[in-house]
């Protein structure tokens, strides 16, 4: 997709090992998101991040830390993989000025913690 | 918590026929968007509608949004193949600003 790529696409890991996804935009966008997807369900926000090293927690956040030191990389850690946070990750970048503009989502990466 | 549901969950029609499907959420909105969904795939933007708006229309979508109930509807007109997807709905509430929420979509599957 135009703009954000996320990597790996695909990984798998074992329980208690960390995981780092990583997330790179090239549009200079102020807005980056961490979702997850499960089976049959929609996207629950992890963290987002509104500026470099401004981020703050979502709905789904324990488990899970973010960093972003640079505009265009925004990355989720996993401290220490758990089965349950086998999952879709979405980074999404906001494409307008405010934090309620539409997203712009990357492909995904699928994890797999056994 | 989850803000938005979409309704029916799955929904499948013969091309060229219409698709309705419904989107609830509990809470005060600035805006709510729909989003398509195809398989292996991240979402794709497809619709904003601002609170003090009642429709928009974009192409074969109209979407309408009706604050009193709480609900929003997406119609997709004179559909085709290339519209099986997942729909979702996501609501960015007032006392909780940037926090998108999504629902957990409706199946859309349009047969030739």
């Known amino acids: 997709d135009a703009g954000i790529t996320q990597s790996p696409r695909h990984k798998v890991t074992e329980t208690g090992t960390p995981v780092t996804l990583r997330c790179h935009q090239t549009?200079?966008?102020?807005?980056m998101y961490w979702y997850r997807q499960d089976p049959g369900h929609g996207l629950r926000l992890i963290h987002y991040?509104?500026?470099?090293?401004?981020?703050d927690k979502g709905e789904v956040s324990d488990g899970y830390s973010v960093s972003r030191s640079k505009t265009e990389d925004f990355l989720l850690t996993l401290e220490s993989a758990t089965s349950s946070q086998t999952s879709v990750y979405f980074c999404?970048?906001?494409?307008?000025?405010?934090?309620?503009?539409?997203?712009?989502f990357g492909n995904g990466t699928r994890l797999t913690v056994t | 918590s989850q803000q938005g549901e979409e309704d029916p969950q799955a929904l499948s029609i013969q091309e060229g026929e219409n698709a309705t499907m419904n989107c609830s959420y509990k809470t005060s909105i600035n805006n709510l968007q729909w989003y398509r969904q195809n398989s292996g795939r991240g979402l794709v933007h497809l619709i904003l509608i601002r609170s003090n708006e009642r429709e928009k229309h974009s192409g074969r979508l109209r979407v309408t949004l009706d604050t009193s109930k709480k609900s929003s509807s997406l119609l997709i007109t004179a559909s085709r193949a290339a519209d099986t997807a997942s729909y979702f709905c996501a609501t960015d509430p007032n006392t909780n600003a940037g926090k998108s929420t999504f629902g957990d979509g409706t199946t859309l599957t349009v047969k030739p």
């Open positions: 991040s509104y500026g470099v090293k401004d981020t």
């Open positions: 999404a970048i906001g494409m307008g000025h405010g934090y309620n503009s539409p997203l712009h």
């Open positions: 549009e200079n966008h102020r807005y």
